[in-house]
């Protein structure tokens, strides 16, 4: 029993340093990634994006997926913060790792990048429609596109295409422009339309179709034009992130690249730099924001009362900090709301920022009373949701707090007034009239 | 027929002209007043139809001063009046002094109610 024990202590111990680098509220970039290889060449031929990774600081830890020691969690605790999974043939992953395992790693807050390819195996089109990505029911299907492949293709069936139709967003892919488009080769995939969650990050030109580049097309082909996405996203209401690529050959080294008909020729095709924003997205370096607590006092205090009155004057504020990846800086931005909000809102009003990260703004109380809560929902594409809320009563007014004489009485008030002085007069001079 | 109808109206308001001057002072000096508490309570029927009843207890309050110092004055004016047989053995002085507690009281109460 005792041995028991003791050796229970000594093995948190040695947990205790594991725990200390993995990414937490106040370090939210991710630290400790798997990356789970079918192959392990891949090391060698996306040596360009693993050592991106490491040299800002990720410990890959490289792993076959059918690996028989493989295990995500250990006593209840999570050994990574991030998973890449670069295996699309793999039916079974191996040790304790399933589909399941993988929702279940997700559902934790952590982060995944899954990439498939032509031979996707229907393990990873499983976790990929866990996320609300469908891929290509033809396991043959490639995307093929005869007006935007790159004039590098080889084989000439035009399935290496130069997309792109990028999402425009400086959140997930950066402030930089990618001039040069971006190399694909693999499977379409499309996104489940009743999903609100994932979206397209590089999505195919109208004029790319998925079908079997070696066989000749029997019936038009069911994923067309820009409905096919290329690389999808998914930012789960846990704010863990999600990328899925229809092909591998996006992460690995590449260069050169001139689309068909189109005279510019690049020298190095934007697969690098899109593909390390990507990850700077998906490992929370970018994007992630923090919100300090709900600050509001009436106009000229301030304590935070417990109860406002119907017609009150208030002001209210909030902090919003952006992690940069190292610290956390003051967030700026002029679309962040505020609802006073009571079954639907009644006062809903756009904060201003300042430089500080300090959102405030100040209102009237409506002429309404109950239990109100200010609401600050903020949902904006590739950042994290934002979901704030304080509860506050609001009272009538007290019997003694109306104003004391009504305006619009006075005509009222003079009448009564002039009938008093009408009958003093009256009654002098119906007594000494002569 | 048209042309007798007028002449009986004027001819029955020069009769009731007439007859009103030879009314006593004081009788006319009551009538006065009435009029004037009956026209200042016209007045604010008039501003409510314009505003609306909000305040509703000052419009009753208003009225009801006017209106009810109107009623004591008639009560007044019928208790005075010499020719009325009913009142013959009636003090016009008790009759002014009942006039006068029951003025106060009515202004108590609209005061009170006038909120």
């Known amino acids: ?434 | 027929m048209v042309k007798s109808t007028t002449k009986d109206a004027r001819d029955l308001f020069h009769t009731l002209r007439s007859a009103y001057v030879a009314t006593p002072t004081n009788l006319k000096i009551i009538d006065l007043y009435v009029c004037f508490a009956v026209f200042t309570a016209l007045i604010q029927v008039a501003y409510m139809a314009l505003v609306g009843s909000f305040p509703f207890n000052s419009f009753l309050s208003g009225v009801l001063s006017c209106i009810g110092t109107a009623v004591l004055a008639v009560c007044l004016r019928i208790q005075v009046n010499k020719e009325n047989k009913e009142f013959k053995n009636l003090a016009p002085e008790r009759a002014f002094a009942d006039f006068v507690l029951c003025n106060l009281v009515l202004h108590l109460v609209i005061i009170n109610f006038l909120g």
């Open chain 1, 1 to 434: 029993m005792m041995n028991l024990s003791r050796s229970v202590a000594l093995i948190s111990l040695f947990l205790l340093p594991l725990l200390s680098f993995s990414f937490s509220v106040d370090n939210p970039t991710d630290r400790r990634v798997l990356v789970l290889l079918d192959d392990l060449s891949l090391k060698s031929s996306h040596s360009i994006f693993f050592n991106n990774l490491k040299s800002r600081g990720f410990d890959l830890d490289f792993k076959l997926a059918d690996d028989s020691k493989l295990a995500l969690q250990r006593y209840g605790q999570y050994l990574f913060d991030g998973l890449i999974i670069f295996a699309p043939s793999t039916e079974r992953l191996g040790g304790s790792l399933d589909s399941k395992s993988i929702a279940d790693f997700v559902d934790s807050g952590r982060d995944l990048i899954l990439s498939a390819d032509t031979s996707a195996s229907d393990l990873i089109r499983g976790i990929a429609t866990e996320c609300g990505v469908d891929f290509d029911e033809d396991s043959s299907a490639m995307v093929i596109d005869h007006t935007s492949f790159s004039v590098s293709d080889v084989d000439g069936d035009h399935t290496l295409i130069a997309a792109d139709d990028l999402v425009k967003s400086d959140v997930i892919l950066g402030k930089a422009k990618i001039e040069a488009p971006v190399l694909f080769r693999g499977v379409a995939h499309s996104l489940n339309p009743t999903n609100n969650l994932v979206f397209k990050v590089l999505s195919a030109s109208p004029s790319a179709y998925s079908a079997n580049p070696s066989s000749k097309l029997s019936s038009p082909p069911q994923l067309t034009g820009s409905a096919i996405s290329l690389v999808s996203v998914m930012q789960a209401r846990n704010n863990a992130r999600v990328v899925i690529s229809g092909s591998l050959q996006l992460f690995s080294d590449r260069s050169g690249v001139q689309k068909a008909g189109s005279q510019n020729q690049y020298e190095k095709s934007g697969n690098e730099q899109f593909v390390t924003e990507l990850s700077k997205w998906v490992f929370h370096e970018r994007g992630h924001l923090k919100a300090g607590s709900l600050v509001h006092h009436r106009v000229g205090e301030t304590d935070e009362p417990a109860i406002y009155r119907i017609k009150d004057d208030l002001e209210f504020s909030v902090e919003i900090y952006e992690w940069s990846g190292k610290s956390w800086e003051p967030y700026v931005a002029n679309d962040v709301q505020v609802q006073f909000y009571m079954m639907s809102p009644y006062v809903l009003k756009t904060l201003s920022a300042d430089k500080k990260g300090l959102f405030h703004t100040s209102f009237k109380v409506p002429d309404v009373y109950g239990v109100f809560q200010f609401k600050v929902e903020y949902e904006k594409l590739g950042y994290t949701t934002l979901s704030l809320s304080k509860q506050i009563p609001v009272r009538p007014y007290r019997h003694n707090e109306y104003e004391r004489f009504i305006p619009t009485a006075y005509p009222y008030y003079g009448a009564c007034f002039t009938t008093m002085a009408g009958f003093f007069v009256f009654s002098f001079v119906y007594l000494y009239h002569k």
